[in-house]
């Protein structure tokens, strides 16, 4: 991956993970959990394995702070 890709990458997950904080911010933790897989699945160097789906959904039950760090955990 050349630096370009990497810069790129790099955007997305931060977009991705920022759109998503802002569910959490509103409360709607379902929302912020979906709208994280569904764009980092939109970036073809940022791999998304059905688990983390998943996982994501076990973390909303746990509430805000553990999907908070669940969102910020990727990298």
Same mark, same amino acid.
């Given at each position: 991956?050349?630096?370009?890709?990497?810069?790129?990458?790099? !955007? +997305?997950?931060?977009?991705? !993970?920022?759109?998503?904080? =802002?569910?959490? =911010?509103? &409360?709607?933790?379902?929302?912020?959990?979906? @709208?994280?897989?569904?764009?980092?699945? !939109? +970036? @073809? @160097?940022? =791999?998304?394995?059905?688990?983390?789906?998943?996982? &994501?959904?076990?973390?909303? =039950?746990? &509430?805000? @702070?553990?999907?908070?760090?669940?969102?910020?955990?990727?990298?």
């Amino acid at each position: 991956m050349n630096e370009t890709n990497i810069t790129a990458r790099s !955007k +997305h997950l931060q977009f991705c !993970k920022s759109r998503a904080l =802002e569910y959490v =911010e509103y &409360g709607d933790l379902e929302q912020a959990v979906a @709208s994280m897989i569904s764009d980092l699945r !939109k +970036h @073809s @160097s940022l =791999e998304c394995d059905p688990c983390l789906s998943l996982l &994501g959904m076990m973390q909303i =039950e746990r &509430g805000a @702070s553990a999907v908070r760090r669940w969102i910020e955990g990727f990298n």
